[in-house]
């Protein structure tokens, strides 16, 4: 069946290093990947989205990285800041509704 | 438009008792999804509507789950006889279709069966 490793243990790193977050999935071979981010008691929003032919997609201060081979994404968050400190999670994209196939999230804090 | 909005945000009710949840999706968004997620988890799948035909169930959706879209506007989701185990929070989504695909996810629903 399909599976979605995150980093299961929770990050922690200093203000202004850079954040890199691993999703890792099997037995799938997706179109397209997103990245969603999650606070506490809200739902998941949007942050990037890389297609199978991408290499490397950025939006500001976040990166994310795409290997078809490896079956693996990274997504970095450069010069982090307090505020990115979140849930981040990796969502293949399945089949022909789109639905989405979440990892189990990685936590991200940030320490001033 | 203010995005995604679901209602109620929390709701407590006792084993086997019936809820139903309400999720109004972004207007011109013909794709409509509901998940469900459990602590420390992501969310999972349960069902899609594409305008009011629902489309596609998780098998995760037992026969005590029921969800419509009518006239592909709102939609509910009704959980009939409640266990223990279908505490959760219940989170709702849409997309349009030919876009790239985001989904704007609203608030959710946490539902906690006691």
């Known amino acids: 069946s399909q599976k979605i490793e995150q980093n299961s243990e929770a990050l922690n790193i200093q203000e202004g290093k850079t954040a890199t977050l691993t999703c890792n999935y099997t037995n799938y071979s997706p179109a397209y990947l997103q990245w969603y981010r999650q606070d506490p008691g809200r739902g998941p929003v949007f942050l990037l989205l890389?297609?199978?032919?991408?290499k490397e997609k950025r939006k500001e201060r976040l990166k994310v990285t795409f290997d078809t081979t490896l079956k693996q994404s990274l997504f970095h968050i450069t010069a982090s800041q307090p505020a990115d400190s979140a849930t981040y999670l990796c969502a293949l994209v399945g089949g022909a509704t789109n639905k989405l196939i979440f990892g189990t999230g990685t936590l991200l804090a940030v320490q001033p | 438009d203010t995005g995604v909005s679901q209602d109620p945000r929390h709701k407590i009710t006792k084993r086997g008792q019936n809820v139903t949840f309400r999720c109004d999706p972004i207007s011109e968004h013909n794709r409509l999804y509901w998940y469900r997620q459990t602590l420390g988890q992501g969310p999972e799948f349960l069902t899609y509507?594409?305008?009011?035909?629902?489309?596609?169930k998780s098998r995760l959706l037992s026969d005590r789950f029921s969800a419509e879209r009518p006239k592909g506007s709102f939609s509910t989701l009704e959980i009939q006889r409640t266990e223990q185990g279908d505490s959760a929070m219940y989170l709702c989504?849409?997309?349009?279709?030919?876009?790239?695909?985001?989904?704007?996810f609203g608030p959710g629903t946490r539902l906690t069966v006691l």
């Open positions: 509507f594409q305008n009011e035909a629902q489309l596609e």
């Open positions: 989504a849409s997309s349009f279709r030919g876009s790239s695909d985001e989904q704007f």
């Open positions: 890389i297609r199978e032919n991408e």
